[in-house]
């Protein structure tokens, strides 16, 4: 299974260099430190994995408990979704582009999903096609959900600030070929000042301007 496992994801790699990003499907050791951040989901709640690739992540997923009925995978590359579906049964297969999660996804999961894991890689994209993709991430999560990225690249792989978002380094694995980085980002919520406010503040302005 293993070398058919190489076989497919390298195929994917030479029909799609930028979007497969990696010469190799994630170590276990990586699969399992991402999956390890992950929470078990509430009854009512939803895991999503983005750029499945050959399911690597989906299996440490599992691993770690998440139950099948609540994992849901998405994948842009026909040939990997055929082997996810022959692979990995027991979850929901998606066949589609992260940047149209909100029609692909089952309307029940809009809304309830708790953490999104992502394998995209988000750093060879251009700024307009990853907001397109934390978009698509927001409109789906929870408001207080969490995107999960790893990177092989030194720091941040999304400009968080340019997203509206706000971001964690949690930790590198070095057992994997190359070391990765994981981080976790969550959509920024800035207390805005009621307008009321602004008058409030200005009316001090003034007065000790002495207008
Ligand atoms: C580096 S591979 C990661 C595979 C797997 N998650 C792992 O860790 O081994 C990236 C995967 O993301 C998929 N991908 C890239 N852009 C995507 C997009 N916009 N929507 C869905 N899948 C995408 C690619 O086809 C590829 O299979």
Not at 77 to 91: A, D, G, H, M
Request: aromatic share 8%.
């Amino acid at each position: 299974m293993r070398n058919n496992e190489n076989v497919v994801f390298f195929k994917s790699l030479l029909k799609a260099p930028l979007k497969t990003g990696a010469f190799f499907p994630s170590s276990r050791n990586l699969a399992s430190s991402i999956s390890s951040f992950v929470n078990i989901p509430e009854p009512d709640e939803y895991i999503l994995e983005i750029g499945a690739g050959t399911g690597r992540l989906t299996s440490a997923l599992l691993e770690r408990g998440i139950p099948g009925s609540q994992l849901i995978i998405l994948e842009m590359q026909p040939s990997l979704v055929k082997f996810l579906r022959k692979t990995v049964p027991c979850v929901t297969v998606i066949e589609g582009n992260a940047t149209d999660l909100l029609s692909l996804l089952p309307e029940k999961t809009i809304g309830n999903i708790q953490t999104i894991v992502s394998g995209i890689p988000m750093v060879n994209l251009r700024l307009s096609d990853q907001q397109q993709i934390v978009t698509a991430v927001k409109n789906v999560m929870k408001p207080d959900g969490t995107l999960l990225q790893f990177t092989y690249r030194p720091g941040s792989p999304l400009p968080s600030s340019k997203l509206g978002l706000d971001q964690r380094y949690l930790g590198h694995v070095f057992l994997n070929m190359p070391p990765a980085a994981i981080w976790e980002y969550k959509t920024a919520h800035h207390t805005a000042l009621h307008p009321a406010s602004f008058a409030f503040m200005n009316h001090f302005k003034f007065k000790r301007a002495g207008l």
